[in-house]
């Protein structure tokens, strides 16, 4: 499965790890249900004419692309979703055909290289889910400086922390805040993950080339 990124993908099934999402009441089946309503929030107050999105370790776009498949303005964006493993890409990428999201591009390799976005950034609409709880704090951090030239001026950054990384939830807020974007939504502590949303008050800076911005290490 990993025969194009053999050392970059933690030893993890993340084809497998998805199935979470099929158990009703499990923290992912909750947390889906936050995120695609974050998402459609993005959405609702995004300004008229084309929209953009970029969505990263997008896995099989069980977030996105349902939403946008049902969205008014679903016709308007274009993006892309970067996931590395191929069997969960063909997943999203099926979805997508199925839908007839023809300006969604799904792409198989490393989100943490940025060229990736390129066409796509700065966007509306930027989803950083499951990303956060697999990288290290560093990482963290400098992916919310990397959230500036990714997200339009007044774009929202849509994010997660597991159960096992929730009380780093209020640090990372204060990251973005620092960062210049406003906070949006912020999940209740109680339910076992984190879901904010956090939206662009800057103007975004001219994406840097060909920098890889995160290790993926997986828990
Ligand atoms: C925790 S899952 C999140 C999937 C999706 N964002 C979601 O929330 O449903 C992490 C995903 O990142 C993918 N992944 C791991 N390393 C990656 C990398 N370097 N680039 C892109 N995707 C990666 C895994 O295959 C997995 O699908």
């Known amino acids: 499965m990993t025969a194009r990124y053999p ?4 030893d993890r099934d993340w084809h497998a790890w998805h ?5 009703p ?14 998402i459609r929030c993005a959405l609702d107050e995004a300004p008229p004419g084309p929209l953009r999105l970029i969505s990263m370790v997008a896995g099989q776009g069980r977030d996105v692309i349902p939403v946008l498949a049902t969205h008014s303005r679903g016709g308007d964006i274009a993006g892309c979703l970067v996931e590395i493993d191929p069997r969960n890409a063909d997943i ?16 198989t390799g490393d989100a ?18 499951g990303l956060f709880g697999n990288i290290s704090e560093a ?8 959230a500036i030239p990714l997200t339009k001026r007044g774009g929202t950054v849509i994010w997660t922390r597991g159960r096992q990384g929730a009380h780093m939830a209020p640090t990372i807020c204060g990251w973005f805040i620092d960062a210049g974007f406003e906070e949006r ?17 800057v103007n975004p800076t001219p994406l840097p080339e060909y920098v890889t911005a995160f290790t993926f290490v997986g828990h």
């Open 7 to 10: 050392d970059r993908v933690a």
């Open 112 to 129: 943490a290289e940025l060229n990736h976005y390129r066409p796509y950034a700065p966007a509306d609409v930027v989803v950083m889910c």
């Open 19 to 23: 199935l979470a999402y099929d158990e």
């Open 92 to 107: 999203a990428r099926s979805a997508v055909h199925n839908v007839g999201l023809t300006g969604i591009d799904v792409v």
């Open 185 to 201: 939504h912020m999940s209740d502590p109680t339910g076992g993950f984190r879901v904010g949303a956090h939206r662009s008050c």
């Open 25 to 38: 009441g499990s923290d992912l089946a909750r947390r889906l249900v936050v995120v695609q309503g974050r």
């Open 139 to 146: 990482d963290i951090r400098r992916m919310v400086g990397y």
